[in-house]
């Protein structure tokens, strides 16, 4: 054996004998609420985060954003002119619907080799996952072989609206050569993803207010202005029932994907049967069946997604009340080259136009699509990495349905960033149940230590 | 003096002494729930109504429905061969929303001579008027004039899903000669006001279920059905941004209003600027301005009101959620001679020919429309009794644009039927801090009085 594979089998071992230890942590990190989206445990949790980094030797500092705040870490390794960046987020989901949870979201729970909690797998799991990888890789070769550098923000799920302008800001003290972003983990085969861009989102709330208060439908439903109605109305003009999205001048900067992204694209296992049968789906959209044309068409199509609606009486049985107030959550998902900034201005015109000045559209997250060269020397670190650790060959993808502040680190900070991590199709992540296999996490850890250790030897 | 009016003054006498009495009663009444669209408090209140009534000397029976129970009552008069007949509902509408509310809506309260609760005017407040009418003529005349017949059901704000199967059932034991409905009052000048029909009623949810469960809305916005999309898209296609309603054949029963109808309609005063101010309404619909065309059309054209809309998160923030389900309550209005049965036959076939099969169309609620012969000695009783107690001519709307079940009152037991009440145009009914003014309790009651005095008189 090469002192390369024993050193290896080291950091492995490393790894698998402080489980208990890191499920500890992790058990910690999730019992603390963190909901962005509802502004409840955040200044809790990234004191939590800190603390929790110092623990394991890292200097950490809370820095204040437009937002909420973010944390900030170091630490020092052995080549001092090689530094690695993690992004990560301490935020979660909200955890409603409450109901449909087996067990309490911010109580870890392990059944039969799963953990369950919210945020275990998105992103706290990841957090601990880092920092178990990296305490495996310093005890090893008793040192960290680059510099680290951390970066937690507390905004990541609901459209990092903060993080272009922090590191912007922050430029000097974010410089590094690469990054390890926020997630990662296997298909439902259990090959390694690597996911090398994102689309960008543009998450917006439309609001009607038609009347000072409810009225009874029986004597306003002739003449009065309906709230529910405008609403209804004003959506009505965003998407037809083709999927086609409306607005005019939409789909205007929509960058087709590359010879190299279809090539990627192509090779992208088929996993519609497990699709199908996860969301009790009985056909996709557009008659779609499988192949390119479904891979190419999930994500590098732009979405208009309605994510809520809210208007009148939603009990039980009836109630003839005529609607003074209705709000719809609506969420674009962009591709390159599209700007969130471009859709509100295309979205406010297009409402204009259409006489639905009363439609108020408030921008409640936005960021940019952004992709990384998917033949970048650290993307191959990566993907021979996840071999040994996954044993075969990682399923690439040029780029995401999801999204993510990528666009600052790989424009501003000029990274590669790539993909490891522990989750899997089963996570249920943004939904109740949220779970984690201890496989998942054990294989996410040893590929992360792993990209850690061959990127300190450069 | 003459005989005749000092036996009036004594009525009006005996009703304003009595008042704290009526208001302990109506506190009673207002304080057990009872709200039929969430089944709370139905068969506890259905027992104290029969209770009151059989504490003011009448029989009173609590008789199944195929929904909820049905309080009749009846009591014996001079005039063997006349019977009026009461009818009434015990059913609140739910008080939600409920931050709304400046007191406890089950705790009667009093203000400035306004008395505050869930049902104090809709309909509790009349149950009252009713006892406390017949009580003053009772004692003032020794005995009651003519024989009294009630009908208190429990189902009004849930549409009166089967009052028509009950009227058409027990037949004979509600035969009458006339009616005084549930409601009456005045208007924002305080002039009596007339109702002589309804339009009829078609409440429904439409509901949509795409997935077995949410999904992120990254992972499916391109390829998953979204239950919220389906829905505003079916929404979109029941009527157009100029309200007409878009349901095939939907218009083809509808009676335009005769020569007499429009005679009444034009003798209307105008409330425009009283509808506006309560409201905060800049402009009604379809550029009305007020007069006979305004008039006309809250009355007489029928109507697609959405009552409400629910779908995914409706939390404060963003969530990234693509809905699994997603439904609205739509309250259709119809005119004369549209029926319920009708309307929910032609908006499936319409959803089945827009290729909207998974939209499920759930019947919550139907009643037909009806109307009085406004020429009716019984109708004249009740405006001339009314101008005695206001001191002007009652306004008469030949129709209004509520709803509830007087087409088995009227077509089934035949019947002549009036209003006569207690409400005014703020009594918030359907919403929050519903209230009923003392002196409009005071009139209301009043001129019920007169009502039975003279129709017992013969």
Redesign the interface.
Known sequence: MSAQSELLQKIDAHIEQNLAYWIGQLARLCAQPSV????QGIEACAELVATMLREQGYTANILPSAGYPVVVGEGRGTAADKTLLFYLHYDV??P?PLELWESDPYILTEQDGVLYARGVSDDKGHIICRLAALAAVKDTLGELPCGIKFIIEGEE???SPNMPAFVEKHQDLLAADACIWEFGGVDYDGRPRQALGM?G?C?VELSVQS????????????????A??R???A??TL?D?H?RILIPGFYENVLPPSPRDLELLARLPEETAQLKEA???GE???H?EGGLA?QR???F?P??????????????????????K?S??V?F?LVPNQTPDEIVAKLRAHLDAQ?LHDVNVTL??GGRPAKVDPDDPFVKIANETAVAVYGCDPIVEPI????GPNYPFIHTLGLPLVSAGVGYPGSN???PNENMTIKNFLQGTKHTARIIERFGRG
């Open positions: 962005s989206a509802q502004n989901q909200p409603d799920e609901i459209g689309r989102i998450y009347l000072n208060r409810d009225a009874h439908s029986g004597l306003g439903g002739s003449i009065f202005p309906n529910a109605w609403l209804t109305w959506l009505s998407k029932r999927e969301y009790g789906l996709f959209l557009l779609l479904l068409t999930a994500v199509e979405t208009c997604t309605i994510c809520g609606l809210t208007a009148g009486y939603q009990g039980i049985g009836a109630k003839t009340v005529l609607p003074a209705a719809a959550k969420d998902r006489g409640l997250g995401i349905g999801g999204s992540v943004h939904a």
